[in-house]
């Protein structure tokens, strides 16, 4: 299978790419690092020319509901648009858990990029999984005021991005499914915790207080509306596993 994924060399897309080469399949990365800009509509469709399934990873660092809406909703209308000019046959998206229950900024936009896939016309699979382990690193790297970093509060229960591209590239194999059973990760975990935890495997000392995120969506964080429900496939590796075999920063 030729399998093209966009968004192939970001966080979880590199190991979507490494994963489908395990199993033996073509991959085709989709990224400014690889020379294709989605925004590129020629270069979308020829890097997609004889591809059998995309792989959507792509992504937009901002909490912005219309910066996040308007990229997430643009890529996903070229890419649907060059699947069809080249014959693709499934497209995969990786979503949110709750985003549903959450419909906030960020994940306002994942949400209406859901809509356009179950409406865009390519058979299509739907994964979603909740917040990856390197989100204490996003969290502690993000929430900060001055020097001082911060806890935000939160129940989260984070999977392993590994354990999330392995899951894409049999969701790849196993054909367009719609909606695919959840994937979490083993168990809930608090988000101010895990922000500490990693601040101390980083040999950072000193205060970092607690902080709840203002908004809707620093409140679903918190209300447990993120978390996956009891039909969710649970991964095995747990934050500390996770943090313990990284290497440091
Ligand atoms: N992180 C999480 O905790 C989590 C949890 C569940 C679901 N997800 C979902 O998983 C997806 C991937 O997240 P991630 O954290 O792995 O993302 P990431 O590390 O930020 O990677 C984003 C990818 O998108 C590419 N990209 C961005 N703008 C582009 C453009 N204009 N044209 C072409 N490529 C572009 C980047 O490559 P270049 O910069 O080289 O273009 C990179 O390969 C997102 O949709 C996210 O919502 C994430």
Redesign the pocket.
Known sequence: MRVAI?????????RVTRAVRERGHEAV??????G????DAGAVRRALEGADAVV??????TLNTDRATE??TS?TAALLDAEKAAGVGHHV?????GVDRAPHG?YAA?LA?ERLVESGGIPWSIQ?????H??AR?MYDGARLGPLHLAPRGRVQ??G?DE?ADRLAGVVEGGPAGRVPDLAGPQEESLERMVRAYAHAQGAGGWIPAISLPGGLGRAQRDGSLLPGPDAILGRQTFDAWLSGRDPD
Do not use: C, H, M, W
């Open positions: 966009a968004g192939g060399s970001g966080t979880v897309g590199e990365v989709l990224s400014r690092a690889a294709v800009d989605i925004r959507d990873v792509l992504n937009i660092n990229f997430f890529a998206v990786l979503s949110i858990v960020y994942k990029q979603r999984a909740t917040q990856f390197d989100f996003q984070p999977v991005a999330v």
